[in-house]
């Protein structure tokens, strides 16, 4: 059984950072891609960053890019996201997911194309 679990969320002033972890257990996950999502109150969920197993190749949305950071731990079976310089608007339950449907080309940036999820955890940045 899949199993995607998230920590490191937590409130913080802004400016300040965070680093969440994505737990991968149950599925051998060599040609998995590995995405970040983030869905704040009233909104829809939207992608934030993402990874695969075997390549250094990342790729980011726009609104994140020279500030989060997007990381794994083969060994570990385990993503990270550095989260610098948070700002009130980073404030969202960020999500962990797996597309295991990545073929080592453009990842999918549609929550939809991802098919195991984490429960998510809340991140909230104070003005």
């Known amino acids: 059984q899949v199993q995607l679990e998230e920590s490191g969320g937590g409130l913080v002033q802004a400016g300040g950072s965070l680093r969440l972890s994505c737990a991968a257990s149950?599925?051998?996950?060599?040609?998995?891609?590995m995405g970040w999502f983030r869905q704040a109150p009233g909104k829809e969920r939207r992608f934030v960053a993402a990874i695969n197993w075997s390549s250094p190749r990342t790729t980011y949305a726009d609104s994140v890019k020279g500030r989060f950071t997007i990381s794994r731990d083969s060994g570990k079976n385990t993503v990270y996201l550095q989260m610098d310089s948070l700002k009130p608007e980073d404030t969202a339950v960020y999500y962990c997911a797996a597309d295991r449907d990545y073929r080592g080309e453009l990842y999918d940036t549609r929550d939809a194309a991802y098919d195991y999820w984490g429960q998510g955890t809340q991140v909230t940045v104070s003005s």
């Open positions: 149950g599925v051998r996950f060599g040609g998995y891609a």
